[in-house]
């Protein structure tokens, strides 16, 4: 009889806990489903970028120039839009580029030049004229005379004795290019022995150079960085030789 009533009590127990607990669980809050948020998507323009590198000097083909899409709110400044431009392939393609551009770029009009004369040409400021010097590797700063770079120009002459005299002809001049590497291309060191140097200057300048590379030797004097500067020097020649004038102030360089 006792064994009867223990196991009734047990029976009991065990289903008062087991509705206990499936009361328990009813009561747990359901999990909160998470809802996928719609991306904002920014509305986007058509921008005239480079296909591919396009180097300094480089003339544009169609080939260069293709439509990408660009975010409206990040629009570089000056880029090309087809919106605005939508003629823009044929407008561009045979200008030239004075400044490298990177496939993917936008393509600015500022970086270009719309010519049928060389670089070189287009790049000369109005009254200069470029001149070829012809400069060997220990005349030239052994070779780390770069494009952009200011230098002076000294000339050698050798006597009927033996003898060398030196004089400094020309300050202060702009190096356009060595050999066929521009400033966009300075990296692209060049580093043959014999090398030319292209130098920008004035007429007068130039006639002085073409005079002094058929009686001597030109060698090129790297001037420091804190020691160049745009400002123009007025160059002249004199009976008897070559002078400058700086500042003002007449310098004989030296009698023939």
Known sequence: ????????LGVALGAGLLAARMVMKSNEPEPMSLVDQPELVSPSEQVLVASK???LGEKLTAKDLEWAPWPENSLPKGAITKSKVPEAEETYTGQIAKAPIY???????????????GFMAAMLPKGQ?????????ETSAGGFILPGDKVDLILTRSGRDNSATSETILENV???????????EKDQKNLSPKRTAT?????????????AQQSGTISLALRSAQDSSD????????RGGVSFVKYGVSSQAGGR
């Open 231 to 238: 400002d123009n020097e007025e160059i002249v020649r004199k």
């Open 103 to 117: 496939g993917g770029e936008p393509i600015r009009p500022q970086r270009l030049i719309d010519t049928d004369r």
């Open 129 to 137: 004229r470029a001149i070829a010097v012809s400069v060997e590797a």
């Open 174 to 184: 702009r190096v356009l290019a060595i050999d066929t590497t521009t400033a966009g």
């Open 1 to 8: 009889m006792k064994y009867a009533r223990l196991v009734v």
């Open 199 to 211: 130098l920008e200057l004035a007429l007068s300048q130039a006639e002085i150079v073409a005079q």
């Open 53 to 55: 590198d396009i180097r």
